[in-house]
């Protein structure tokens, strides 16, 4: 282990404000909190960066509240914070159920909602909640602050459009109307990456968002639409297989995710 930490460097600031000012200040450095993900890189030998700012003491950043009617959640809330959090279960009941599913209770412990967005991965479960209730990020840099909605977050692949000199400090998710749903498929129910993971709301503005189905997560506007004008199930079967476009990996084949992805929105259809 020694090997592999040798070389690297770490920041410890003691509040949101000395964490920008690094940022500002001392180069390029890589945000790290609950390390759920790092620190598998790490063991692995595969982690590239070597300079760091640890924000995990930032308690500031764990707040989760409602303001002006919106739910604001800090970005190192962690996936126990979230199941535990009344105002989450009240809310957003399908983030709670999201967060259920990451892991084990060690992970849920350790995890954030921000790791797991600034992570990128396609699968992460969160994502495609926080996509489907139009959620946005708020990023902060030592001058500014800024509202990304997620539908405009990520870039590509593992990208998105978060600066060096920012921080993700957390998310604002107006109240939503309907019934909330979220499904993950994978080898097990939680700790295993999703082969799939859908979230989306059933109601007079239906919303649904995907993951593991293409580059990014998805939010599905077509198969709303379809949704939205009382198409068969068949239709929006159709809609949504024109919107994804998965592929073979070592965790499944595109087609497995095809049909999985087609036969969640009918189940959930016929439970409206």
Sequence with gaps: MLSTISGRTLFRPTSLRDALAMLRDEGELTPMAG??????????????????????????????????GRLTIGALATHSDLVRSDLVRKRLPMLAAAAREIGGVQIQNRGTIGGNVANASPAGDTLPVLAAVDAAAVLQSASAVRRVPMSAFYTGYRQTVRRPDELIVGFEIDAIKGRQWFRKVGTRAAQAISKVVMAGVMGDDPRVAIGSVAPTVLRLTRTEAAIARGATADEVQRTLLSEIAPIDDVRSTAEYRRRVAANLIVRELTRS
């Design 35 to 68: 390390c759920t993900d790092l620190y598998v890189l790490l063991n692995f030998g595969t982690l590239q960066d070597r300079r760091f700012v640890d924000l995990w003491r930032l308690g500031e950043l764990r707040r989760i509240a409602i303001g002006d």
